[in-house]
């Protein structure tokens, strides 16, 4: 409970300074990630490569981020 609460509150911030996308809900967010974090370890210990990991963190991190250029609106 202590790691999702101290997530959430860095991924609040995150959102404030834009480094996290905005239609995120945070709390939800920390569980996504930190479960994320959690099925990392299981695929390591199953015998996937540090190139595996690496795309998976790479992929998970690109979902939350903010566009990197604006999404034009209609």
Same mark, same amino acid.
């Given at each position: =409970? *202590?790691?999702? =609460? @101290?997530?959430?509150?860095?991924?609040?911030? =995150?959102?404030?300074?834009?480094?996290?996308?905005?239609?995120? &809900?945070?709390?939800?967010? =920390?569980?996504?990630? +930190? @479960?994320?974090?959690?099925?990392?370890?299981?695929?390591? *210990?199953?015998?996937?490569?540090?190139? &595996?990991?690496? &795309?998976?963190?790479?992929?998970?991190? +690109?979902?939350? +981020?903010?566009?990197?250029?604006?999404?034009?609106?209609?």
């Amino acid at each position: =409970a *202590k790691l999702l =609460a @101290n997530l959430e509150r860095a991924l609040s911030h =995150a959102q404030l300074l834009g480094e996290l996308r905005p239609d995120l &809900e945070p709390a939800a967010t =920390a569980r996504v990630l +930190a @479960n994320t974090a959690m099925g990392m370890s299981v695929t390591w *210990k199953a015998g996937s490569s540090p190139a &595996e990991l690496i &795309e998976i963190a790479e992929t998970s991190l +690109a979902a939350v +981020a903010p566009p990197k250029e604006p999404i034009p609106t209609a």
